[in-house]
């Protein structure tokens, strides 16, 4: 995951659950069930963000090819939760 979003996910209260070659989650620690996800794809060539919805209930995912995108989103997404 990106440094910066890592650093923006720990000051919300989240703690890293996951960690591997391809992809990084994190779930916030009050609720296991709130979770954010980023994950690349090699075979596919791009990256998946995983991030819950303000119900709590639900992740939202999308897909991005550029890494500098998708931190761009990634850290937009983590900073409105």
């Given at each position: 995951?990106?440094?910066?979003?890592?650093?923006?996910?720990?000051?919300?209260?989240?703690?890293?659950?996951?960690?591997?070659d391809?992809?990084?989650?994190?779930?916030?620690?009050?609720?296991?069930?709130?979770?954010?996800?980023?994950?690349?794809?090699?075979?596919?060539?791009?990256?998946?963000?995983?991030?819950?919805?303000?119900?709590?209930d639900?992740?939202?995912?999308?897909?991005?090819?550029?890494?500098?995108?998708?931190?761009?989103?990634?850290?937009?997404?983590?900073q409105?939760?």
């Amino acid at each position: 995951m990106f440094l910066s979003v890592e650093k923006e996910l720990i000051a919300r209260h989240y703690c890293e659950m996951k960690n591997f070659d391809n992809s990084t989650i994190y779930q916030n620690l009050s609720d296991a069930r709130v979770q954010v996800a980023l994950e690349f794809n090699k075979e596919e060539n791009r990256w998946s963000f995983s991030f819950p919805l303000k119900d709590g209930d639900f992740n939202y995912i999308t897909y991005w090819r550029d890494p500098n995108k998708i931190r761009l989103y990634a850290s937009e997404r983590v900073q409105a939760m």
